[in-house]
């Protein structure tokens, strides 16, 4: 399957097709009450032109009842829709969060304009931050003085990803509002400033996919990008060990990442 | 006394159009003006299309006479296009469809249809138009102010819209926009309800008018909202208070003086507050437009009159409790989504039964082709699309992917603009006659239509294709993302469209203006209509109805039995 094209791009978690299933089934009912709409209003249209010596005919309010059917169909619909799909999935993707014991946990804090991805390293615990200690080769401001701190790894706008494994993500932002998108996964979640959303996502294939911003964040907002690469979990090992030393200093600063 | 009457109608001065505290003078103020804005909004429109579809290439002719502080070698920045988009948004909802809607033909037609010689309080009438014509203004003058227009989209989220430039006009313009409208609605409810014609129960009103009421409401409940949030916003900017303010904010490296302690999710949830209710305000008047045409075109009474105003009257209701479906994914607690994912489904209910009942009221009519009634017609299915297409985005799950994306702007502009809009338009043809006593032209109407219609569905139907393959919204650069590339192709026929449908409304322009003067002349009641605006004199003179007005019947009395013509005016007694 082709990773991007004019539908739905390449799913790539384990709720993705879950967010397809519906986007296709409503997409699939949409079109066929437009088309029997279109139909009826075709048929009416041509039969009740107007036509010389032919009257309109009065209803005298017959028949209103009888005209609310399809309206009690759609309802019908909708209330099914809800209760079977859209609030037990939607309590899956965003209320049921994985126990962070057993997921896999990174920390993604924006900024205008891109993405400072931040791993605990190997003892799990992510070092505290101060908006003070914030400098062009600290962007989020890790307080190295915290033990926690000191095997953290920040990487600007590259997200790496142990497959099959759930992960959390706790988003927040530095500045203004951005939008976490990543197509492949359904994933999308505003960043806020001053506010920690945890998301999380199990990636279902290998491979590298793509972070946009989706919500207007000021002058750059269309080149906040960044990428995801899920790696079998060996790699994503070996990957964080060759990143482990001193990566927060050396790592790439945001100003220079897009 | 008809010396008089003949001197000031000879002497129609700038004061006399400007000042005049006739409702129907100032309808025709608002329409004008409204459409003139619309034509700017959608020229901002048509520069951003450029950008679209060949992202980095100079825009022709513009490009040479804009500044390079706005397009450098008639490339335009990306600020430039943030304050485009963000100004193309405010202006057609603000200052182009609900002004024209609710001002424009609320003000005409609303005082006639219920026999009333003018509205309640004519002088806030004029204050209110006043308003709305210097906040408007202000808002196309920010371009040329200091910090240029405002760049934070026409929703304005902080913290963007507090660090960015521009933001302050958009603010004061706004705060004029909605004490403009509140002015309005006040004056809308009080004539509705104390200014009709003796007999105008309310069983009798034409739906027109409670679209209208329903309007009032919404407007008059739920700006309030939204103006106190923009003073907080104002407050944010210059006072350096923190109401949507965190603590510890870093701005491109530099800690922020603010001292927080504020939540930016308090402006989405205010500003929706307003915004959903506004959306509602966007359609019900261009719904109450299409129940005159389709009741006078079918020549038969409305299907379902009761059906169709209770549920206007319980969108109106419902429209306050939907607004967080546009916060989904926003942070906002998952479990209030579930709240609002309901209450979005419910609203659809109603919208589904009005619909259903205009196409019912085809059933059994004698369909007269007319401009106008092109026009309501084509309202049904455009607006069938733009709600169907409502569903994923209403619905929490699908949203995640979609939201954000082009297909909520293919959404939500095919209720606006092949829905509203074109409904909109359909008045214009409908009640110009009433207007100026003449008609507009048959042909170049019909040219109008067909030509916009096609257009409009070219410009926004490649969005729902684009959304689908996840292109987000409000990029400068559409080709920037991956995910957007194959896409883009769409851009381009969008923008072809886009410069068509610009084309399109050459002829109605032309038809609008000189049909003023040389259009054909029409009678009092050209299109033999039975509600009361079509019983008095076209143009109606100052106080409106020559004779005085008893109304007998409901408002749709068209095919009566036993009469001797077709259509059975309101104010027309049977004797038995």
Redesign the interface.
Known sequence: MK???????LSASSYAG??DF??YL??AV?IL??VI??I??TY??IK????TG??????EGH??VK??I??II??VF??V??AV???P???K???DTPPSGKANMVAIEA??WSWNIHYPGPDGKFGKT???Y???SNPI?LDYKDPAAKDDIVIANELHLPVGKPTIIELTS????H?L?I?EF?????A????K?PVWVTPTKIGTF?I????????????M?GRVIVQSQADYDAWLKSEAPKSAAASVPA?EAF | MAHEHQDSQTRKSFYHYFFSTDHKVIGLLYIVTALVFLLCGFMLMLVMRWQLAFPGSPIPFLGRILSPSLAPNGVMT??FY?ALGAMHGTIMVFLGIVPLGVGGFGNYVLPLQIGAEDMAFPRLNLASYWFFLLGGLLMLSSFILPGGAAQ??WTS?P??SI??PGQTVWLVAMVMLITSSLLGAINFLVTSFNLRAQGMKLSRLPIFVWAQIVTAFLLLLAFPPLEAASVLQLMDRIAHTSFY?????????M??IAS?G????LWQHLFWFLAHPEVYVLLLPAMGIVSEIIANN????I??Y??IVGSMIAIGILAFVVWAHHMF???MS??L??FF??TT?II??PS??IL??F??S????????TTPMLFA?AF??MF??GG??G??LG????D??????YYIIGHFHYIVVPGSLLALMGGVYYWFPKWFGRKMDDTLGKWHFWTSLICMNGVFFPMF?QG???Q???????M????S???QPLHVVSSAFAGLLFLAQLPFIYNFFHSISHGEKADDNPWQATTLDWACPSPPPHGNFTKPIRVYHGPYE????GHKT?WLPQNEEVLA
């Open positions: 990773q991007y094209g004019w539908g739905l791009p879950s967010i519906g986007i409503i997409h949409m009450i437009f709409w279109g009826f209003f009416l249209l009740y032109r107007k036509k032919v009257s309109a005919q009065r209803d028949g209103v005209s609310l399809p309206d759609v309802m909708e209330i829709l809800i799909y859209a609030i999935v939607w309590s993707i965003k209320i900024q205008q101060d908006p003070k914030v400098h062009f401001g530095m500045d203004v509002i939008s998108f197509p359904r994933l999308k979640q505003d806020v400033p001053g506010m959303i793509e946009s911003c989706a919500q207007l964040c000021g002058m750059a907002h269309s080149f990008r100003s | 990306p600020d943030n934070s989209g989220y913290p963007l660090i960015n303010l965190p603590q510890g904010l870093v701005i491109l490296g800690r922020h927080g504020g939540q930016p999710l079918t020549r038969k009474p299907h379902g009761n059906v994914i926003s942070g998952a479990v989504s579930d994912l309901v489904m659809s209910v589904v039964a259903t009942s196409v019912f085809l059933r059994g009519g004698s369909i007269r082709f017609l049904l299915p069938g699309i169907l297409t569903l994923p619905l929490t799950v699908t995640i992917y979609l939201h954000d994306t294709i689908l393959a996840g987000d919204r409000r990029y400068y650069d559409p920037a993302a991956l995910h590339v194959p896409t068209y095919s009566p039995a077709d």
